[in-house]
């Protein structure tokens, strides 16, 4: 299976349909008056469906188990068809279109099996996908802006050469999955004049989105957000507690972290940590969903 560990869980929706044909009118009589031998087809079938739905990961290897929060499986019927539809909901990492086309599969298969003593022409025409929301394919139109970045780094250990600048290649692995640029980078000591000084310099850029790294923690020389947070007009706390959260889930340490996420004017301010490996995780637990606030910033007034 693919490691699904720096996902966010979010509420997840799928519809999937199948239909079955039968071959003459006196089966789908038999369907609806309920008088096919092997009991009523609609109801066992919709069992089947449940059980179907929350077994997938049994039956299908790459499917994670998850928790099934809602399954609805309704009929439609025609002539000489029935229509499944089957619903899914869960808040997870993942998605549940393969839950709902199981599910969907193993209505559609019970019904065959109960109605083919009766008629020798059933089949399974198809299944399919009808939608599916709740992954990050939902803000893919988030990640076609004209948002650039600078990076801040505030260590004097990477600035004086004796620790390897980790930072950069995260941030900018990350930024190039939104389809955002960084457009350029500053190392600064952490004394209060030179991380005041390398920030108001690259607030002077023409840069959207500025990331600030280190000097969030608890050490005394940890200054970082009595420095940058003067300086923000509005936070975002509710952007604060998710990286925190998300951290916690992670590293029972997160809880030290003291990230600031606010803006300045039309800029987004990010202030995270400074290991590799925190950034990394703060960064996971905001974007894309973080970029929404250029939509708001942006608005004229």
Known sequence: MIDITHKS?????AVAEAIVVVGKKETMDAIKE????KGNVLEVARTA???GVKHTSNMIPDCHPLPI??????YEFFDLSVKIIIEVKTIYKTGVE???MHGASVVALTMYDMLKPIDKNVEIQHIKLVNKTGGKSDYKDLLKSDINAGLLICSSAVQNGKKENKITPCVKDKLNTQNIELKSETITGESSDEIKTAFENILRTEVDLIVVSG???IAKKDISPEIITPYLER???GAEELMRDYGQNRSPYAMFSRSKVGVIGNKLILLLPGSSNGIK???DALFPYILHVFRSIRKKQ
Not at 9 to 13: A, D, E, K, P, V
Not at 34 to 37: D, G, Q, T
């Open 215 to 217: 000097g969030t923690g």
């Open 34 to 37: 309920n008088k096919v031998p």
């Open 235 to 237: 936070t975002i706390p």
């Open 9 to 13: 869980n979010t509420l997840r929706h």
């Open 49 to 51: 469906g449940l059980f």
């Open 281 to 283: 995780e703060s960064m």
């Open 98 to 100: 393969v839950e709902a």
């Open 69 to 74: 929060e809602y399954t609805a499986i309704n």
